[in-house]
């Protein structure tokens, strides 16, 4: 019987519209990035100036914006410091396991640098969200 009532809790307080809402375009942006990162043999331009640690930048940008936007719509309230934290967190996490995966993929290699590049990327992404909401707010 107790099992019962906490289940029934469980689903009372989940808010499934929420969810789509808010955190499906996370999970269908992270595979969109698990997609790019599995095509093999890929060449960047201007390889001698590090681009695609700037692709990566690009890359994990929409993910950070993403990120505290399901934060920020399904937690309440979340600190300023609590919300980057997080995201600089979900992005490294994220970022390891891309580069884990791309060590597989012929043809590509895995980086600690990609993975510095990755956070920047998300960070800007969660700053920008907070610029977005502070901008949206004084409307």
Not at 12 to 28: A, D, G, L, Y
Not at 66 to 78: E, I, K, P
Not at 116 to 123: E, L, M, P
Request: hydrophobic share 45%.
């Amino acid at each position: 019987m107790q099992g019962r009532i906490w289940t029934g809790y469980i689903m009372e307080s989940w808010n499934w519209s929420k969810f789509q809402r808010f955190w499906f375009p996370v999970i269908f942006y992270s595979g969109i990035i698990f997609y790019a990162s599995s095509v093999p043999n890929v060449k960047t331009p201007w390889q001698e100036i590090q681009f695609d640690k700037f692709l990566h930048i690009l890359a994990y940008l929409p993910f950070g914006f993403l990120l505290a936007r399901g934060m920020c719509n399904t937690r309440g309230s979340v600190s300023r410091g609590m919300l980057l934290g997080t995201v600089l967190l979900v992005s490294f996490l994220y970022g390891v396991s891309d580069e884990v995966h791309q060590s597989f993929v012929p043809g590509r290699d895995a980086g600690m640098i990609d993975v510095i590049a990755d956070i920047i990327g998300g960070v800007i992404g969660g700053s920008i969200y907070l610029l977005f909401l502070r901008y949206i707010k004084s409307e």
